[in-house]
């Protein structure tokens, strides 16, 4: 088996649990825009799908900017209680609160500890869809690189974050990638078929669906650096 020489993780989800801090500071800047303009109709999801995709034939680049998209629909929110630079101006306000809270996250058991064992014998990069940044974590510094959905200009399962990924790292195929995460479309499917291999972080007890053959799966990072080395070595 060819050896791995680069680990590729998803962030949300599979290094926290998005959904608590997500919540949560959406509340909060909610609460803090209200304060400053008055109550707002922020509507439910079928609304935000739609906004979104009108959003995003304006602007195509909303698809994979996913701060814009929320500045945009802050502003949309209020710009009929408002002036357009005053919703502007509250817009960035409200965006600059929200990424703080966003990041106010807490890592698995065992996260950091199996990032820096795995560090010293692997290249560690990250791949994400979300505006999560690793550099504003301590075990940033366990990472080569780090590759959002806005330097990819598009997100997983298309290939751009995975493209960018190997021009990181010298003379590296897809063979030599390890690519981890928790999604089994966006991460899994996706690098599967570029011929990367994948690991699958099911911490949910989540039922495999997809067409192909199910990954080799863990819930515990404090196994993962010795299932690696089982698995690869
Ligand atoms: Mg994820």
Known sequence: MTRIKLITF???????????????????????????????????????????EDLIRKDPSIAWDISKLRKEIFKKKINHLVTSSEAEVIANNAFDMFINKRHEVELYDGVANALKSLSMDYSLGVLTNGNADIYRF???????????????????????????????????????????????????????????KTLWFNNKNTKWVQAFEKPKDFSDWNRLPEIIKELYE
């Open 138 to 196: 301590e075990i940033g510094k366990y990472f080569d690189f780090a590759i959002s959905s806005i330097e990819a200009k598009d997100s997983k399962p298309n290939r751009p974050h995975f493209d960018k990924a190997l021009q990181k790292i010298d003379g590296i195929s897809f063979a030599e990638m390890l690519h981890i995460g928790d999604h089994q479309i966006n991460d899994i499917f996706a690098a599967n078929q570029l011929g990367i």
């Open 10 to 52: 998803d962030l949300d989800d599979t290094l926290w649990d998005n959904g608590p801090t997500i919540t949560n500071a959406e509340i909060l800047t909610r609460k803090w825009i209200e304060k400053k303009v008055g109550r707002i109709e922020w509507g439910n999801f079928d609304d935000f799908i739609n906004l979104r």
